[in-house]
C-alpha cells in the first residue's frame, strides 16, 4: 500500500510564516480596503495554520480549539468590516484607503 | 469522564452585563418607534449598577473557575469596577449626546454592554483564549461605535482606520498566542510561566518572538509608540462620547490585559521586556506631548494626551514594583475620571451642527459658563498632575515607583514630560479665563445626565487626589497573587 | 464631639467653596450670610469642643483624629490629621471667634465692593487655612496651612489690585513670607532626616517630640533657629519685619484679622507648639527673646513719628509680637500665647475702630487730618479707647495681665534676664506713648479734617459697631482667665495650657547643663526664689512706666499741641531717621534689592542673554519645530500607520536578536 509519507511540521510553520508575512505586505501595500482586509484574513489564517500544527504536533485539543474562535472572531470582523465599506463608499464613493485622509496630522 | 464544574456565580457581573445587553436590544426592537431612546441608557445604567454591586460582593474572595480559565480575584475585581464606572459614565454622558447627534440607537447601549463584557473578560482570563475573545468583543463593539454617525465623512473614516489597523494588530497578537503556545504547549498564563521556568526557555526564540507580537498587539490597544498612529485619527473621528469610552475603557482593558499576560505568564522575560518598554515609555511620553502641543482641534490634543498618559502608566509597567503595579491600577483609575470628565465638558460646549471642538472655541469661556470651566480646569489640571487632584498622586505612585527601583533616567524624563504638558493644557485653562471670545457661543443644552457624569467625574478626581491612600490600598491588595 | 473636630475646619472650607463659584451669581444677600455663618458655625464647634476638654481631667486633654492618609511612601506616612489639646482649642477659638467678629464687621464696610464675593471667597478660604495651621497634627499640615495662609494674605492685601502700590505690597509680603518659608522648610527636613538617622520617619507632633531627646544639641539648635526664621517671616520680626506696614493696603478689616489677629501670631504659635525642641536648645530660646524684645522696642520707637493711623498700628502690631516672642523666649510659653489672645482682641478691635474712623471720613488714613472725632462717632471713640488703655496695659484691662505676665517672666524665668525685662518695660511706656499719641490725634483736641469731609461724618453702621463691642467687652474682660497668682487671680491660662507647654521654665532647666551659654544666662536665678513682694513691685513699676508715657502723650498732643513739632525741629536728624523708618527698607533695597538687580542684571546682560534665553528660547522653538514635524508623520493615511507598526515590530526584534548574540 501507498503510503503518504509524513510531512515535517517544521514545513506547515514555515508555510505559516510564509502566509503571515503575504499578508502583513499585502495590508501594507494594496489600495483596495477590501483587499487590504482579505489579506489580514490572510494573516488570521495563517495563524490558525501554526494553531493547528502546533496542536497535533503537541497531541492537545488546545489549538485547534483556538483556531475554532480565531475563525468565529474572523467571522464577525468581516461582518463589521464590510459594513463599514459599505457605508465608506455611500459617503466617499471610493474604498482605496489611499484616498482616505481626512482625519490627519 | 468528568463534565467541568461551571460556576456560574463566579462570572455573575459579567453575565447581568451581557443580559442586560441583550435586553437593551429587545427593548429597542419592541419600541422601536420610540424617538428619544435615553430610557435604554437608563436600563444600561441599572445593569452596570447591579453588576458593579455583584462584583464588589465577591471582593476579598479568590476563586477560580472554568477549568482555571477564569479567575475572580482582586485584580479582576479592580478592573471589573473600573469598567463598570467608565461604562457607567460613558452611558450619563451618552444620553443627551446621542439624541442630539441623531445616533440613539438602541444597538448604541448594547454595543457599550458587550464592549464592557469584552473588557471584564480580559481582565479576568486567565487563559489566551479568554483574553483574546475578551479583546475581540471589546474591539468589535467598538468598531462598530466608531463609525456610528454614518452621515458624517469623519467618523466613518474613523471606523475604518481602527477596524483595519485594530485587525491588523490582532494578526499579530494571535501570533504571537499561537507561539507561545508552540513553545510552552499550554494557553494558561500559570502554565506557561511554570513551563518556561522548569525548562529555561529564557532563549527560545519562538518565544521571543512571541514578545515581539504581543507587544505589537497590546501596545496597539494601549496606545504606545509607534503602535499609536490610529489614535489621534480615531479619537477625533469618533462620536465624543464613544472617544471617551476608548480613551479611558480600551487604555484600562489593554493595560490589564498587558499587566496579567506579562507578569502572571512571562515574569521570566522580565530583563528582556523592561528594556523595550523602557524605550517606548519613553517615545510614547514623549512624542504624546510634544505633538499635543500643536494641535487646534480639542479631541485631537486629548488624543495626544491619552498617548501621553499611556507612556506615564508605561513607565510603572517597566518599574514593575508592587507599587508600580497597583500604581497603573490607580492610575487607570484616576484616568477614567478625569478623562471622561474632559471629554465631558467638550460634549457639553456643542451643540447640534456645531461641535465646538476648536481650542480657540474656548476663549472667553471661563465667565460664561463658569461651572463647566471650573470643571474643565480641574480636569486639565489634574491631567496635567498638579496637586491635589487625582492625576497628581497618579503620576507621584508611577514615577516614585521608577525611583524606587532605580529607574532614574525615567522618572526623570517623566517629570520633564509633565513640565512640557503643563503648557498644553494650561493653554486651554488661559484660553477660557484670559482671552476675549472670538465668537460667541449661545443656545448650549445641558443634559441633566451628562451634568450629573460632570459632577461624578469632579468627585472622583478630587477623592482621588485629595484622599489617595483609600483607592492605592485598594489597588494594592488587588494585585496581591498577581506576581 | 471631639471625633467631629474636622467640623471646624470644614465650615470655613464650605464657605469658600460656596462664596467661590457661586458667589458671583447669588449676589451680595447669599454671599453676606454664607461668609460670616460659615465662620460662626464652626466656631460654635470650636466651643463646644472646647467645653468638653475642661470637662475632662488636665492629664486627658489631648485628642487626635486621624481624617485619612495622606502621603503613604515606604516607611513613611503623613496623614491629614487634627489635634486638639488645650494649646490648639485656644487658637482655634481665638482664630473662629475674632474672626466671626471680623466677617460681620466686614459686611458692613465692603458693602459697596464690587469685589465683595472675591473678598469673602479669600476671606474664608484664609480661616480654613489658618484652622488647618492650627489644628494640624504634623508638620506637613501645619506647613500646608502656613503657605496657605501666606497664599491669602498676598491675595487679599492685593485685593485692590488696580492699585500699584497695593500689587506692589503683596508682592512684598510674599517675597519676603518666602525667605522665612525657606527657614521653616530647611528646619522641617532637618528634623525629618536627623529623625530619621534613628529610624524614626515621622513628622508627627507626638512622635516627633516623643523622640526629641534623640537628637542632639546642636541639631536641635540648627532646627529650631531655622524654624525661628520661618516664624520671623510670617510674624514680621527682626530683620523680616518689613512687609507687615506695607501689608496695611489691603481692607482694613484684613488688616485686622490677618495682619492683627490672627495670621502673624503663626510664628508665635509655632515656636510654643514646638516647645518640647526650643526648651532643649536654649541658644535658640535666647535669639529668640533676644529679636523678640528688640522687634518690640525698635518698632514701637518707629510708632513715634507715623502720620498713617494703619501704620501705626502695623508697627504697635509688630511690637507686641515682639513681646510674645520674647515671652516664649524665656520659656513662658503660656503667657505668650496668653498675650496672642488679648493681643487678637484689642488689636483686632483697634484696627476695626481705625476702619470706622475710616469709614467716618471717607477713606481717610492721615491722622493730620483727624481730630476732635469724639463727640461725632461716639461708639468707635469709646471702643478705640478701651483698646488702647489695654494695650497700653492700664490695670484691669486684658493687656495688663499678659503683658505684665511676659515682663515678669522675662525678669524671673531661668531663661530671663534683667536687661530683657527693662527693655521690655521702656518699650511698654513707648506704646502706651504712642497709642495715646494716635489716641489723642484722632479724637480729641481742635478738628482738622478736610471741610469737604467734615459735613458727612456718621458714625458707622450697627453691622460695623457691635463687632467692636463685643471686641472691646472682650478686651476687659479677656485678661481675667489670666490673672496671676499674686494679684490673688488663679491664673487658668496657665494652668490650662500646662498640659502641652510644660512648667515653661522648668523644662529648660532640666536640659540647663547642655550648653555653657545657658548658664551664663540664666542670671537671675531660680524662678521661685522671688518673693511675691518682688513681683508686685515690678508690676508697680510697670505700670507706672506706662503711666508715664500717656502722661508725655497727653502734655504733647493735649497740652500743648506745638511742643512735638519743636522737638523735631530741634532733634531734626534723629526725627527724620525714625520718621523714615531707619531707612530700613531704603537700606534692603541697596542691599538687597538692588545688588540682586544688578547682579540679576549683569547676569541678564552676559549670561542670561546668551546661555539661558538661548537655550530656554532654543527649546521652546526646538519643541515647536518638533511638534511640527512629528506631526507631519500622522499622513491620514492607513497603511502608513501600519507601517509604522511593523517598523516597532522589526526595531524591538532587532533589539532582541542583538542582544541575543551579545550575551
Redesign the interface.
Known sequence: MWVVPAIPPALF?VLSGIL?TI??IG???RRN?IV??MC?EL??N??NL??I??SR??R?M??V??AF??IA?AA??AA??L???V??Y???ETIN??E?????? | MKLPEIDLCLIAPEIIVAAFGFFVLLVDVFFSKRENKAYLGWISLVGIFFAGALAVTQAGSVKSGFEGMFISDGYALFFRITFLIIAFLTVLISMGYTQREGIAFGEYYALILFATLGMMLMAAGTHLVIIFLGLETMSISIYILAGMMREDKRSVEAALKYFLLGAFATGFLLYGIALIYGATGSLYLKDVASYIASKNLLRNPMLLMSLVFLTIGFGFKIASVPFHMWTPDVYEGAPTSITAFMATGVKAAGFSALVRVFFSALPGFRPDWTSIMWLIAVATMTVGNIVAISQSNIKRMLAYSSIAHAGYILVAFVAGNDLGVSGILFYLMAYAFMNIGAFTCVILLGKKGEENTLIRDYAGIGFKYPLLSAAMTIFLLSMAGIPPLGGFMAKFYVFSAAVKEKFYWLAILGVLNSAVSVYYYLRVTVLMYFREPEREITGLQFSPAAVAALVLAVIGTLYMGIFPSNVLSFAQKSIAGLM | MFEYVWLIPLFPAIGFVLNGFLGRRLGKGFVSWVGPSAIGLSFLTAIFIFFELIGRPPAERHFEKVIFDWVVSGNFRTVIGYQIDPLSILMALVVTGVSFFIHIYSVGYMHDDPGYPRYFTYLNLFVFMMLNLILANNFLLMFVGWEGVGLCSYLLIGFWFEKDSASNAGKKAFVVNRVGDFGFILGMFLLFTSLGKHGIWTLDFTEVFANANKLDPATVTTITILLFIGACGKSAQIPLYVWLPDAMEGPTPVSSLIHAATMVTAGVYMVARCNVLYSMAPVSMAIVAIVGVATAIYTASIGFCQTDIKKVLAYSTISQLGYMFLGVGVGAYSAGIFHLMTHAFFKGLLFLGAGSVMHALSGELDMRKMGALRKKIPITFWTFFIATLAIAGIPGLSGFFSKDEILWQAFSSSHGHFLLWLVAAVAAGMTAFYMFRALFMTFFGQSRVDPHVAHHIHESPKIMTVPLMILAFLSIVGGYVGVPHVLGGANHVHEFLAPVVGGGAELGKAHAGISLLSQAWASSGEAGGHSAALELLMMVISVVIALIGIGIAYLFYIKNPALPKLLAERWRGLYRLVYNKYYVDELYEILFINSLKSLGTGLWRGFDDFVIDGTVNGIAYLIGWLSGSIRRVQTGLVQNYAFAMILGGVIIAGYYLIRGIFY
Not at chain 1, 100 to 105: D, R
Open positions: 510553520l503571515f499578508g502583513v495590508a501594507l501595500t480596503a487590504v482586509f489580514i494573516m488570521l495563517s495563524v501554526s494553531f500544527t502546533f504536533f503537541l492537545s488546545d489549538g480549539l483556538f474562535f480565531v472572531v464577525a470582523e463589521v468590516g459594513a463599514i465599506f457605508m465608506l455611500r459617503s466617499r484607503v489611499d482616505i485622509n481626512l482625519l490627519k496630522w
